[in-house]
């Protein structure tokens, strides 16, 4: 059973830049077949997060204009991260402390993955429902 995060992270995330429209982090999205973008400063550190519920629930059910608003106005910027070499345990409690269901991770500020709710899963009960689901091919 794995124990760092490393082992389990999803590797190279996708990333834009702070002044992206919602738009292109929608479709971008949708190309890659993730549910989370991790938003960049223009040295590569990371500022936030935004998920596809966010798109929904804080910016399009709000009637903000997917063309005209900036992934910075949206994204979540006070971020629990982990990095590669941290303990499963540290994600796991993060994701109760904060009630979220990805963590990026980081080394010397810069995203270089991700762990979810779905990655844990698979790696502590491959035989649940999340992990199957988790482990599916995405339906795009």
């Known amino acids: 059973m794995a124990q760092k995060v490393r082992e389990v992270m999803t590797g190279a995330p996708v990333t834009v830049r702070p002044d ?6 929608a479709r971008l999205m949708r190309d890659e077949g993730v549910g989370d973008v991790l938003v960049t400063t223009d040295d590569d550190r990371l500022r936030g997060l935004v998920t596809d519920r966010d798109l929904v629930v804080r910016a399009m059910a709000e009637g903000g204009d997917p063309e005209q608003t900036a992934v910075s106005e949206l994204c979540s910027g006070h ?23 990805r963590i990026p991770v980081v080394e010397d500020e810069r995203p270089v993955g991700v762990v979810s709710l779905g990655d844990l899963a698979i790696e502590r009960d491959e035989g649940s429902a999340l992990a199957d689901i988790s482990a599916a091919k995405t339906n795009r």
Not at 82 to 99: F, G, I
């Open 20 to 25: 992206a429209d919602l738009r292109t982090v």
């Open 79 to 101: 971020l629990a991260a982990v990095a590669p070499d941290d303990d499963l345990k540290k994600v796991v409690q993060l994701m109760r402390e904060h009630s979220v269901r």
